[in-house]
């Protein structure tokens, strides 16, 4: 059994770093961790996609806090309700997905939280996945949990409130998710749940529920998002969002394109730099003192030490060097065998992993973002139908960074 530290610095940090908001009070969680009880803290992850992003990475690293205090986190997949797909902030319902697609798409989530959570030694983190409870509970269940929540409560969230006036669809299996989300709590009997900020809705349902079913006050922790210039959240839909499966060349590389306006919030959400060092690199960024760029590719060694160590980290920053300030093709480059023949570059594209959709391909080649040809002769295309005949060798470039050589099978 680990032993709990109730280091008020470290208590500080796991309130403050990164924190939105903490229900019911700051000062009521904090007694708790300063009292020194053992805590069970959680946050769930739906499988919506086959990879964790740097967005779910912000609460992993909150929970690691946790977990280095010797309290309790347990990393929850949602096996159930990545099928229903949560609705928080969306204009239209989710895509529902399979029991098959969710867990085809947890398979390597395990792996990934690996990097930021312990699931061995002394205080290991728990895995688990809801649909161990939620595949038990029967409709009259269902009937008697509902009957904790009303209609009005459901109904007064701000995207439903959004679709109502735009005489858009709310089907009942959305309204339900806040309800899946909140007999987690209770299955687990946690004591602090973590999420971000957009969140909050699905988290206080189940400190509600909770409460309605055991008499236990669980605690909320909401965490900033990061954000763009704009304010608008990083996401896999704009195009900006870091995914942790990304090797170490593209995943340095995407953080160097992000806009100088996230490093604030992202030094302090997604690094591991003490507490005190992340706000004086913050601090120096507020007031014009240290450049941007500079900033900038210690924030993508950084969050790629995470993900792929630190030789990995240095191998992508000496790369990024190469490649796109000195603007030289690397020596190593990524390998893939393809059958011989005539592609449309917009399919060859896809079938070489540049790009996450056609939608996608099609996008990054009509503005001139992807190379073919032989090593010393790489030439823009922008015809997304434009063919494309398949040989050794031939090199196909996506940006500044990414590049991939054929082999004929």
Same mark, same amino acid.
């Given at each position: 059994?680990?032993?709990?530290?109730?280091?008020?610095?470290?208590?500080?940090?796991?309130?403050?770093?990164?924190?939105?908001?903490?229900?019911?009070?700051?000062?009521?969680?904090?007694?708790?961790?300063?009292?020194?009880?053992?805590?069970?803290?959680?946050?769930?992850?739906?499988?919506?996609?086959?990879?964790?992003?740097?967005?779910?990475?912000?609460?992993?690293?909150?929970?690691?806090?946790?977990?280095?205090?010797?309290?309790?986190?347990?990393?929850?997949?949602?096996?159930?309700?990545?099928?229903?797909?949560?609705?928080?902030?969306?204009?239209?319902?989710?895509?529902?997905?399979?029991?098959?697609?969710?867990?085809?798409?947890?398979?390597?989530?395990?792996?990934?939280?690996?990097?930021?959570?312990?699931?061995?030694?002394?205080?290991?983190?728990?895995?688990?996945?809801?649909?161990?409870?939620?595949?038990?509970?029967?409709?009259?269940?269902?009937?008697?949990?509902?009957?904790?929540?009303?209609?009005?409560?459901?109904?007064?969230?701000?995207?439903?409130?959004?679709?109502? /006036?735009?005489?858009?669809?709310?089907?009942?299996?959305?309204?339900?998710?806040?309800?899946?989300?909140?007999?987690?709590?209770?299955?687990?009997?946690?004591?602090?749940?973590?999420?971000?900020?957009?969140?909050?809705?699905?988290?206080?349902?189940?400190?509600?529920?909770?409460?309605?079913?055991?008499?236990?006050?669980?605690?909320?922790?909401?965490?900033?998002?990061?954000?763009?210039?704009?304010?608008?959240?990083?996401?896999?839909?704009?195009?900006?969002?870091?995914?942790?499966?990304?090797?170490?060349?593209?995943?340095?590389?995407?953080?160097?394109?992000?806009?100088?306006?996230?490093?604030?919030?992202?030094?302090?959400?997604?690094?591991?730099?003490?507490?005190?060092?992340?706000?004086?690199?913050?601090?120096?960024?507020?007031?014009?003192?240290?450049?941007?760029?500079?900033?900038?590719?210690?924030?993508?060694?950084?969050?790629?030490?995470?993900?792929?160590?630190?030789?990995?980290?240095?191998?992508?920053?000496?790369?990024?060097?190469?490649?796109?300030?000195?603007?030289?093709?690397?020596?190593?480059?990524?390998?893939?065998?393809?059958?011989?023949?005539?592609?449309?570059?917009?399919?060859?594209?896809?079938?070489?992993?540049?790009?996450?959709?056609?939608?996608?391909?099609?996008?990054?080649?009509?503005?001139?973002?992807?190379?073919?040809?032989?090593?010393?002769?790489?030439?823009?295309?922008?015809?997304?139908? /434009?063919?494309?005949?398949?040989?050794?060798?031939?090199?196909?470039?996506?940006?500044?960074?990414?590049?991939?050589?054929?082999?004929?099978?």
């Amino acid at each position: 059994m680990a032993k709990i530290l109730t280091d008020k610095n470290l208590i500080s940090e796991i309130l403050e770093r990164g924190v939105e908001k903490v229900y019911p009070g700051q000062k009521e969680l904090e007694a708790k961790l300063l009292k020194g009880e053992v805590l069970r803290v959680y946050c769930g992850f739906d499988p919506s996609a086959s990879s964790l992003h740097i967005g779910n990475a912000i609460a992993l690293s909150k929970l690691a806090q946790f977990q280095r205090l010797g309290h309790k986190v347990i990393f929850l997949i949602g096996g159930f309700t990545g099928m229903i797909g949560d609705p928080s902030d969306k204009s239209s319902a989710r895509k529902q997905l399979s029991r098959e697609e969710v867990m085809n798409n947890a398979t390597n989530f395990h792996q990934q939280a690996q990097a930021y959570l312990s699931f061995k030694g002394d205080n290991p983190a728990e895995l688990r996945y809801n649909n161990e409870w939620h595949d038990k509970l029967s409709f009259k269940d269902l009937i008697e949990l509902s009957a904790n929540f009303t209609v009005q409560q459901m109904i007064q969230r701000d995207m439903f409130q959004k679709r109502l /006036a735009e005489e858009r669809p709310v089907f009942l299996h959305e309204f339900l998710y806040p309800l899946a989300q909140a007999y987690d709590s209770v299955a687990l009997d946690v004591d602090v749940e973590v999420g971000g900020n957009d969140q909050m809705f699905n988290m206080m349902c189940g400190r509600d529920l909770l409460k309605a079913l055991k008499g236990k006050d669980k605690n909320v922790l909401t965490m900033k998002l990061l954000t763009d210039n704009e304010g608008k959240k990083m996401g896999k839909s704009e195009g900006n969002i870091v995914m942790l499966d990304e090797n170490a060349n593209n995943m340095y590389g995407k953080v160097m394109s992000w806009d100088d306006g996230v490093l604030i919030s992202a030094f302090e959400l997604c690094t591991n730099l003490p507490w005190e060092e992340a706000k004086d690199i913050n601090l120096s960024l507020s007031k014009g003192e240290l450049n941007p760029r500079d900033a900038k590719m210690r924030l993508a060694w950084e969050i790629t030490a995470i993900n792929h160590g630190k030789e990995g980290a240095d191998i992508a920053q000496t790369n990024f060097i190469k490649t796109v300030q000195n603007k030289e093709v690397p020596e190593e480059i990524e390998v893939k065998e393809m059958k011989a023949g005539e592609y449309k570059l917009i399919d060859l594209v896809s079938l070489l992993g540049l790009s996450a959709s056609r939608g996608e391909a099609k996008r990054v080649i009509e503005q001139g973002g992807v190379k073919v040809g032989p090593m010393n002769g790489l030439t823009a295309i922008t015809d997304t139908q /434009a063919g494309i005949k398949v040989e050794t060798n031939l090199i196909v470039q996506r940006g500044k960074r990414q590049f991939v050589k054929i082999l004929i099978k």
